[in-house]
C-alpha cells in the first residue's frame, strides 16, 4: 500500500500470482520473488501504487492443469484459490483509492497460467499484463486482442515448455492482437530472475491505461 495516500487522488494496482513453491499459509513465501524489486522501483521512482500479493494454500492450484501438456482448456469456473484471490481483488479495489483504469496482473510459473486465466476471465478488467513462463487457452485469444500483454520465457524451460508462450502470443496475434514477447536464448525456469532486473518492465506496465 502507498505509504502516504493523498485525499482524492487514486492508485494504480498490480495483482501479483506467485509459483507453486511459494504456496502455503504463511503470507510470506508468495513474496519471494518479484515484490522486493517492485517495491524497490516504486521507492525509486516516486511512484506509489497498491501491491496485492495473495498466497495459494499447498493443496490447491491457481489453475488445475499440468505443465506438462502442450494445451488445455479453461474451466467453467476458477479454481478456489484463484477465485478467492478475484475476490480479494474486487474487495480491494472496493475499499481502496485504486485507479481502476490501472489495474495490472503480474504472475509466475504457476502464476503465469494464473494471469492468462484471468485475463481470458475478465478481457476489460486490467490494463495490461506480464505472464511469465505460463500458458493460457489459445481457443480464448480473441477476447484479449486488445490488452496489452508483454510476456516472457526462457527457451530451454524444462518446467513449463516455452511452447505455451509462444502458441498463446501466436493466437492473439492472429486475432488481431499486438502482444509483446521476450524469450530467454539459453534460458531456464527462473526467466523471471531477469524479468524483473530489468526496470523496462515496470515502466512499460505502468504506461498503460485501460478504457
Known sequence: ????????????????????????????????????????????????????????????????????????????????????????????????????????VIGLSMGGFAVWDVIERRPRYFAAAIPICGGGDISKAKALAKIPIWAFHGELDDIVSARRSRSMIDAVRKAGGKPRYTEYPGGEHDSWAVTFKNTKVLDWLLKQRGK
Not at 3 to 13: D, F, Q, S, T, V
Request: aromatic share 10%.
Open 1 to 104: 500500500m502507498p505509504p502516504a495516500l493523498k485525499i482524492k487522488r487514486k492508485y494504480p494496482l498490480i495483482l501479483f500470482f506467485h509459483g507453486s513453491l511459494e504456496r502455503g499459509s504463511d503470507n510470506f513465501s508468495q513474496m519471494s520473488y518479484g515484490i522486493k524489486e517492485m517495491i524497490g522501483y516504486s521507492k525509486s521512482r516516486g511512484k506509489h501504487l497498491f501491491i496485492l500479493a495473495p498466497q495459494c494454500s499447498r493443496r490447491d492450484e491457481w489453475v488445475d492443469i499440468s505443465y506438462s501438456k502442450k494445451s488445455h482448456r479453461m474451466t467453467g469456473k476458477p479454481t478456489n484459490a484463484l477465485g478467492l484471490a478475484l475476490e480479494l481483488l474486487d474487495d480491494t479495489v472496493k475499499k481502496n483509492p485504486v485507479d481502476t483504469k490501472r489495474i495490472y
